[in-house]
């Protein structure tokens, strides 16, 4: 009988010790009612900081609140030595970009550099082409990622494909991107969506989230400039064309709810801008406040 008191206090202990019985803890930065995230930041963004100072760039990441990260490489150190630095600071690296040639060539060394920095993810944002990006390149590009995701896949790895614009050209399933969507393995390869380099050539980015719903894995956010004109396929244009979310031409609540329907898994800033150390906290504060 003496035990009862402490056995009907038990739950409330366990609640509290588990978080469930107090008051809901702050949301992750960037989040809201709306956007629930999870959103990082690509350091290809800070490549100045971290290219003089990596503690300063991780420094500036941290300070920023963000924890999931993605990599543009390892600023000459080891993928364990950067990787350490990165945890030891809070941060969590969750996807990498590699070059193209690495995956067509090795691509059993980019897996294991890929462990050896605890990715999810590892992708490729750039295939080579001359002039025009063709349908043979593309045909190319389709079964290397397809080879390149195999070999990823077998060390718990995802391999992704990131556009880059010049995938736009017509063909006679709509676009090359069509194509190369089409012509790999759902299982091997997903995609990570830059909404710049969807909205730069003309296309919707929320109709393409739907349109491949189950293909579109991470994404870039990333606004352009009012003004900068639009229908280019060439993949490229000034960075400091790059904007804090909601100050550019971009539909943001279509396009998150287009990506919320279909599950992105990783949302990512990218801000090539030169002002980007001041535009990331901009874009934090829009996604936070952001409704649809």
Partial sequence: ?????????????????????????????????????????????LRGQFTKSVPLGIEMTKNFGIQDVELAGTYNLTPEKFRGMLTDA???????????ERYRDNPEGVAQEAHALGLKFAGVAWIPHQGAFDEAECRDAAKTF??????????????????????????????LMDLLIQETDPKLVAFEMDTTWVFFPGQDPAAWLLKYPKRWQLMHLKDLKKGVATG?????????????????QLNWPAILR??????????????????APEQIPQTLRYLEQVQF
């Fill in 1 to 45: 009988m003496k035990l009862q008191p402490l056995l009907l206090l038990a739950p409330l202990v366990a609640a509290l010790m588990s978080g469930s019985g107090c008051a809901s803890s702050k949301p992750s930065v960037g989040t809201g009612s709306s956007f629930r995230g999870p959103v990082g930041l690509q350091l290809y963004s």
């Fill in 90 to 100: 809070g941060l969590n690296p969750v996807s990498a970009h590699f070059s193209y």
């Fill in 232 to 248: 280019a396929l060439t993949g490229s244009t000034d960075p400091n064309n790059d904007v804090a979310l909601g100050l550019g």
């Fill in 146 to 175: 397809n080879k390149a995701g195999a070999v990823l896949a077998a060390h718990g790895i995802q391999f992704f494909y990131h556009c880059h614009g010049y995938e736009f050209e017509p063909s006679a399933q709509g676009t």
């Fill in 258 to 275: 287009a990506a919320r329907k279909v599950g992105v898994k990783y949302y990512f800033i990218e801000d090539e801008s030169a002002a």
